[in-house]
């Protein structure tokens, strides 16, 4: 698990005049990180204070439902979880009949066209938009976010994604069949 100061953005520069004591002011825990990071004399340090308070339980997460019986869609979530340091995005199988209920109102035939993510908020995204939501929370990569919801990729992006989510078992192949114990015939 990552500390405040993990979250904090600092910055240091060479201090010109001893630092002051503010009075009246309580050590806490992003003070004493930030004490450590910036305990040369001879610098100053500024800790950003929106994303310093910013703590893993109040950044926003998403719920993404994928085919987990389909190996691109597989394969992208074992690149994009190690990308996700934070574990702000829980990656949910809608083929397990709870984990669909959760996805009320969408059906199982409705799922299965696209991807489908729900943010904090409740808001619903799905194929090339959901995608969009995905790299939002992903730390090195959000910037990235912005791009995509521009002209022309909102235009060409929800197209190539329907093209390939439409063979994504074609293309990739179809996983071997699991008997009821859930044990693949990969793994006997």
Known sequence: MRSVADNADIVRWPRLQPLKQSRGHQEG??????????????????????TAHQTL?????????????????????EHVEPLDRNHRIE???YNDPEILKRAAPHTRE??????HARDQNGRWSKGYFAWIEVIRV??????????????????LGPVFYHWL??????LFGVPPPCDASGVCQLHK
């Not at 305990?39 to 929106?50: K, Q, S, T």
């Not at 019986?69 to 394969?75: A, G, M, S």
């Open 29 to 50: 825990a992003l003070d004493h990180a930030v004490r450590q990071l910036c305990a040369h004399p001879n610098w100053y340090c500024i800790v950003r204070a929106g």
């Open 57 to 77: 339980a109040t950044q926003p997460k998403i719920e993404v439902y994928t085919d987990g019986n389909c190996n691109l869609c597989r394969w992208m979530r």
């Open 91 to 93: 990656w949910l199988d």
């Open 110 to 115: 409705a799922m299965a066209e696209e991807m």
């Open 138 to 155: 992903l730390p090195r990569w959000k910037w990235l976010a912005p791009i995509m919801k521009l002209w022309p990729f909102t235009k």
């Open 165 to 170: 989510a439409s063979r994504r078992y074609t």
